[in-house]
């Protein structure tokens, strides 16, 4: 019997990442330079005290999957518990895809039956932070609730992108509201759950029953609670999070890792983020490079000028090549006098001679002419090649040629 188990959700498509997650489920895509984005939820668990994690998988899952293996470099390989993989699967009765979030979680209550918890964590795949699920729970039991939610302020301009709390001093729910146009709060839900598992088991059970549902958390599960007076609490929530499920917000995150004023701490050991290493030798830097502000990992050989970038493992920058203000996934070649700038580079991509992908816009307020430029898995750009602000690069780019 376990107190607390989780269950993470990491089956979405990932569609806002395009050339990113063509071949790659959104989890498993590289995060500052030794990590994956799954790693962050992972971390937490085991951080937080939750030994038993069931990852809820779905779309391009091979990647994922191995990287999860046994769940060693989280240690989470236990013989009663550990982390499990929890694809959809064939029943007597059939196969189903998983339908929305909440079915994902109703589909695998045999698993979650198996540890007889008190209560459930859900947690999405897709968000960078570190919290202390222990508080969260410890809280939760303190105010006697049927589901805690975690929360945090967001810009008011911004609040009609969330699913949205309304909440009295005590931190009681008295209203929730998926992504509403004119929002009367702004305490923004970070899709991190704490539930009673007799409860969710109930509401899980009526939701599936509905034809005409969604079963989704959000739309679903949450409203049908609130409606039927379960005891929901808000949570507050201070540190750093941030939803990386555009080109954006990934972009941004990684660049957050570079900024010292923003509290994303991956080197503090007392909160450490475990991820499964590359084994890669360290990095070597070159006579020729000159580097400022940025993050390079172990395998690269850099010999050109890197500013304000992130460097996966295994990353090569030849001589005379200019990296700016870019994320290089593991394996990305840039070779001498190519230039990237304000670009996303997937794994083994090869820039060519004399190449540019992306520039830097001389007037960053005229969001007409900037945007980030990505080039998708193993793409090749040609020798001076040229590829514009906010391409999205799914295929290889010949030598001379330009797009757009």
Known sequence: MKEC?????????????????????????????????????LSNCVNSGIDTVGILTQYQPLVLNEYIGNGQPWDL????????????????SGSDWYKGTANAIYQNINFIERYQPGYVVILSG??????????????????????TI?????????????????ANEEGTVTKFAEKPKEPESNLA???IYIFTWEKLRKFLTEDEANPNSDNDFGKNIIPNMLAAGEKMVAYPFEGYWKDVGTIDSLWEANMDLLNPNVPLDVWDDAWKIYSRNSGMPGHHISQTAEIDNSMITEGCRVSGKITQSVLFAGVTVGEG????????????????????????????????AGAVVGERPEDMDDLDKWGVAVVGEGIAIGKNAKVGPKAMVVKD????????
């Not at 269950?7 to 330079?33: D, E, H, I, N």
């Not at 390989?77 to 007597?92: E, M, N």
């Not at 975690?150 to 309304?166: D, K, L, Y």
């Not at 780019?397 to 757009?404: A, D, F, H, L, S």
């Open 321 to 352: 090549a200019v990296v700016e203000d870019s994320i290089l996934m593991p394996g990305a070649v840039v070779e001498p006098g190519a230039s990237v700038k304000y670009s996303i580079i997937a794994e083994n991509v090869r820039v060519s």
């Open 397 to 404: 780019v010949k030598e001379g040629e330009e797009q757009w």
């Open 126 to 147: 897709d968000h960078i932070y570190k919290m202390d699920y222990s508080k969260m729970l410890d809280f939760h039991k303190a105010k006697g609730a049927d589901c």
């Open 77 to 92: 390989d236990r013989l009663y518990g550990g982390v499990h993989v929890l694809p959809p699967y064939q029943k007597a």
């Open 150 to 166: 975690a929360v945090m302020e967001v810009p008011w301009e911004e609040a009609s992108r969330f699913g949205i709390m309304t």
């Open 189 to 191: 839900s970070m899709g």
């Open 5 to 41: 188990i989780a269950m993470l959700l990491a089956g979405g498509q990932g569609s806002r990442l395009y050339a990113l997650t063509q071949r790659l489920a959104k989890p498993a895509v590289p995060f500052g330079g030794k990590y994956r984005i799954i790693d962050f939820p």
